[in-house]
């Protein structure tokens, strides 16, 4: 359905992911990256009822950087939950060059974005051992944050995501978005992807996931305003 014509109880919150340095112009940028600021902030002016940034915010020696593993950036290896003694459950990992160190310039926010309306931080991948795309949970899906709680707690209905990479934290945020309950959307051209293809948006699009243009947006919670 388009978002104009809804008609049910519509209460939004913005989840703005990653908009850190080093996906920007550091070890691990996404191209276009510093392009969406703009219209990320003219998105953070909007009434929305909670105004939400995820970080990535990692120790020197995350599992998912090359240099834990001693091998080649971009290849991939296979990881364990540090709770899986018997390591019966690993998960394919890409191996990133080291990004958003906590205490590291590549880990702050980029300049311009606008970070004083942010009701909360949410910080991904900061235990050493596990990886976590998704701002709801790691990916064994064995540790929630507590995004849902503050995200439920204001009864927010629609969840609208903006940031970096659409096809990596972008994506499986929205995705766990679904999962948890919500009605989610992907302002399209608020995010860039590392990938060219059209893969993540499909795979998005078949769990449910709708696509906005910020203008859409923008019509309609300036709408709510008068």
Avoid at 11 to 34: E, H, K, R, W, Y
Avoid at 95 to 115: E, I, R, S, Y
Wanted: aromatic share 10%; charged share 25%; proline share 4%.
């Amino acid at each position: 359905m388009a978002l104009k014509a809804l008609d049910r109880r519509f209460t939004p919150a913005l989840i703005v992911i990653d908009l850190q340095n080093d996906f920007v112009s550091g070890s691990l940028p996404v191209s276009g990256g510093a392009e969406i600021v703009d219209t990320v902030n003219r998105l953070l002016d909007l009434p929305f009822v909670l105004k939400i940034a995820t970080k990535d915010f990692h120790p020197a020696k995350h599992v998912s950087f090359a240099l834990t593993h001693d091998l080649p950036v971009f290849t991939k290896a296979t990881i364990f939950h540090p709770g899986d003694k018997d390591r019966t459950k690993g998960l394919e990992q890409v191996l990133w060059p080291a990004h958003c160190v906590v205490g590291t310039n590549g880990a702050d926010f980029v300049p311009g974005l606008n970070t004083d309306d942010f009701t909360a931080i949410i910080h991904k991948g900061v235990d050493v051992d596990i990886e976590s795309y998704s701002a709801f949970r790691d990916i064994w899906h064995y540790q929630n944050s507590d995004l849902t709680r503050v995200l439920k707690k204001d009864s927010v209905t629609d969840v609208f995501f903006v940031g970096l990479a659409g096809d990596y934290c972008v994506k499986y945020t929205a995705l766990d978005s679904v999962h948890f309950g919500f009605d989610t959307w992907v302002v399209r051209d608020a995010v860039r992807c590392i990938s060219d293809d059209n893969i993540a948006w499909d795979e998005m699009e078949k769990k449910g996931i709708q696509f906005v243009e910020s203008a859409e947006l923008i019509a309609k919670l300036t709408q709510l305003e008068d």
